[in-house]
């Protein structure tokens, strides 16, 4: 209500887009892992069936990640490791 309809829908938008600009996560002084909302489940590799790492499957989510709605080019297990870690709390 403080911008309208059609200016308050321009802000969101522009919020969201510099959301979806920040990392997912960060490792302070290599010791700390921090991330808003938790470590991401496992997700299974495609190639042969078996649990990847955790930490590898944070590293391979592209740096921008649409989140909600994701984008179209971007894979089912990327989306929900994404997902996880801004959710999972």
């Known amino acids: 209500d403080r911008f309208g309809e059609s200016t308050g829908f321009k802000v969101w938008e522009q919020i969201n887009h510099a ?3 920040m990392p997912l996560a960060a490792v302070i002084d290599q010791d700390i892992f921090c991330v808003h909302g938790g470590i991401p489940r496992p997700i299974t590799s495609m190639e042969d069936g ?3 790492s955790r930490v590898q499957d944070i590293l391979n989510v592209p740096r921008v990640a649409g989140i909600n709605p994701p984008y179209e080019h971007e894979d089912d297990h990327y989306q929900q490791v994404a ?3 801004i959710w999972s709390d």
């Open 50 to 52: 078996s649990i990847g």
């Open 83 to 85: 997902s996880d870690c």
């Open 19 to 21: 959301f979806d600009r």
